[in-house]
């Protein structure tokens, strides 16, 4: 009995001294693991930020495409800005060029803003592209106007001309079509206004005159045009065609003679004939007072002012004054002294106040119109 009384305590004592061993041995080895498991955190930490910093690099490469993707413009143009690379200009420039088949309207708003913020940008040729395309000529030429003053290289301006041309033609066609004269008087004008050596919106302008009946503002158009060498042809066409008009309106046709810059007509004066010259500056009918001495004699003391300083000269009557298909009855004349080769007098204005007049030099004719009284 006392033998396994001592037997047992001495198990117990056993016991005991295993459990006080191991509490003092254990936490030697406690350290080495939790360094260990600091040295595999630490290890982590850098793979995991290693990792982050290539997902960062990797995101900031497509971030600009996926804004484009998402059609997220604004974001995407706060992303340029903070990342102005050739290579992200090209993307927004792609991307619009694409949006502009699908959504022009709205793809022309981003144009705009981007060109406002980025100017070097050649948007802007993308944008009246697609301006044309939409059949919005005004802007378009707008747009080509302003390009024309920001880029001055010869090959650049010499193809903006050349487009220019293209759209004003374009859009002209669509006035005209609509019927739209005073708008299109307007745009002509302002093109003129634009570029004056360019004869071509003179010309255009002259012929929608011509269409409207305004042959008067036709005539002085084209009167400057007459020696432009590209349109000097059509320019002779339409100037006759005035005349033609003109002419059909007047009652009478006066044959005329040249002499040196000056015109001649044959006049009867009582059944007697005189070449007299045409001069508008002449106040009476003017006759060499050697050759009207058949004329009556009514006044002897009336002094004429000529360029060559006064003359006294006499005022007459004639009963008949006959001219091509014309007669008149009861016409003062003057006579004085008049020496010149070929010519016995001029032919003024108390003859010509009488008329709505023009001289064809094409034809050499004095059309004539009574004027009414």
């Not at 982050?52 to 490469?61: L, N, P, V």
Request: charged residues 25%; contains cysteine.
């Amino acid at each position: 009995m006392i033998k396994t009384l001592l037997s047992l305590l001495f198990i117990v004592f056993l016991a005991w001294l295993s459990i006080d061993y191991f509490s003092i041995t254990l936490p030697t080895a406690e350290p080495t693991r939790e360094r260990n498991k600091h040295k595999e955190s630490s290890a982590r930490e850098v793979r995991s930020q290693t990792i982050t910093s290539r997902t960062i690099i990797q995101k900031e490469r497509i971030t600009l495409v996926q804004l484009l993707e998402d059609n997220l413009f604004y974001d995407a143009m706060a992303f340029y800005l903070e990342n102005s690379t050739q290579e992200n200009r090209k993307q927004i420039e792609d991307y619009l060029a694409i949006l502009a088949k699908s959504n022009p309207t709205l793809a022309l708003e981003y144009m705009q803003i981007f060109l406002d913020d980025v100017p070097e940008s050649t948007i802007w040729k993308l944008m009246i592209k697609t301006h044309i395309d939409q059949a919005n000529f005004v802007k378009a030429i707008e747009l080509i106007i302003l390009a024309k003053e920001n880029y001055v290289s010869e090959s650049e301006e010499k193809r903006l001309s050349t487009q220019l041309r293209d759209v004003t033609i374009s859009y002209i066609d669509v006035l005209i079509q609509r019927k739209e004269y005073a708008k299109l008087i307007l745009f002509l004008e302002e093109m003129i206004a634009y570029d004056d050596t360019d004869n071509f919106y003179k010309f255009r302008l002259a012929q929608l005159y011509m269409r409207l009946d305004k042959v008067d503002e036709a005539g002085l158009l084209l009167e400057g045009l007459q020696y432009d060498e590209v349109y000097a042809q059509n320019v002779k066409t339409l100037l006759n065609s005035i005349d033609k008009s003109e002419e059909e309106q007047y009652k009478y046709a006066i044959p005329l003679e040249k002499y040196g810059d000056h015109y001649i007509a044959n006049i009867f004066l009582d059944g007697v004939v005189f070449k007299l010259m045409l001069d508008t500056g002449a106040t009476y009918i003017f006759i060499d007072e050697d050759k009207a001495s058949m004329l009556e004699v009514i006044r002897d003391d009336l002094v004429l002012q000529t360029v060559g300083g006064d003359v006294h000269a006499k005022l007459c009557h004639v009963n008949n004054l006959e001219v091509g298909n014309l007669s008149l009855s009861h016409i003062d004349v003057t006579i004085a002294p008049f020496k010149r080769e070929g010519i016995d007098g001029l032919l003024g204005m108390n003859f010509f106040r009488q008329f709505s007049f023009i001289i064809s030099q094409d034809e050499d004719i004095l059309y004539l119109n009574p004027k009414s009284l």
